[in-house]
């Protein structure tokens, strides 16, 4: 079997064979020498491709997980001013006189407001829905999402960083293998020059 069908092979076989990262993502194949992927000039296209293909894979989960690392930097900061206010109303007294607040109805928009002292909060939970919590419950429930979503940016961070880290080896390994061809060229145009200069040389009488 040649080295190029086991290239491919493995790229099938990644998911079951290959070490991953935390979060299920394959390591991409080192190439330290070019002669264990490929055993002839005739295999380099199809090991380039495969690498390429590998490439182009990581590319696509680089671009998803930047956008999900962009939500959540956009979503930490509202539950941590969700979970702050909660802990506000946790603090006050049941004989508290009603807190003045100015409230947002849109994004240019705001209205003030009478908030009496009341022993639970209503929270969206998205899809248009909004529940009532008791004020502890909503306080943990909050610092569970927080957490949860900062544990997920962290998670994020770390896979944006270990999925460069896979397209530069890939691409090292492509200028490896690219590399290796030319060289083999040039080694092989040089036997075929000296082969045609030894028969010029060679006379009929000796």
């Known amino acids: 079997m040649s080295s190029s069908k086991e290239v491919s092979k493995g790229s099938k076989d990644t998911k079951k064979d290959a070490p991953t990262n935390p979060r299920g993502i394959p390591y991409a194949p ?6 264990d992927y490929v055993s002839s000039r005739a295999e380099v296209d199809g090991t380039m491709r495969s690498f390429q ?11 998803n997980t930047t956008r999900r ?4 930097k ?8 969700t979970l702050d206010m909660v802990r506000f109303l946790k603090t006050r007294e049941p004989d ?3 807190l003045e607040a100015t409230f947002e109805l849109n994004d240019t928009l705001y209205a003030k407001a009478n908030i009496p002292y009341s022993d639970e909060v209503y929270l969206w939970l998205g899809a248009n829905v909004m529940l009532a919590y008791p004020i502890e419950e909503a306080v943990e429930l909050l610092e569970s999402k927080l957490k ?3 544990d997920n940016l962290e998670n994020c961070e770390e896979d944006l960083d270990f999925l460069r880290e896979q397209i530069t080896t890939l691409e090292v390994a492509t200028a490896r ?19 045609t200069g030894s028969s010029k040389e060679k006379s009929p009488n000796g």
């Open 69 to 72: 690392s962009a939500g959540l």
């Open 53 to 63: 293909e590998m490439i182009s894979k990581y590319q696509f989960m680089e671009v």
């Open 148 to 150: 949860t979503a900062q």
């Open 96 to 98: 508290s006189e009603p």
């Open 30 to 35: 080192f190439v330290d020498k070019v002669e």
């Open 177 to 195: 293998v690219y590399n290796w061809d030319v060289s083999m060229k040039r080694k092989e145009k040089g036997e075929d020059d000296q082969g």
């Open 74 to 81: 956009d979503k930490i900061p509202d539950i941590q001013q």
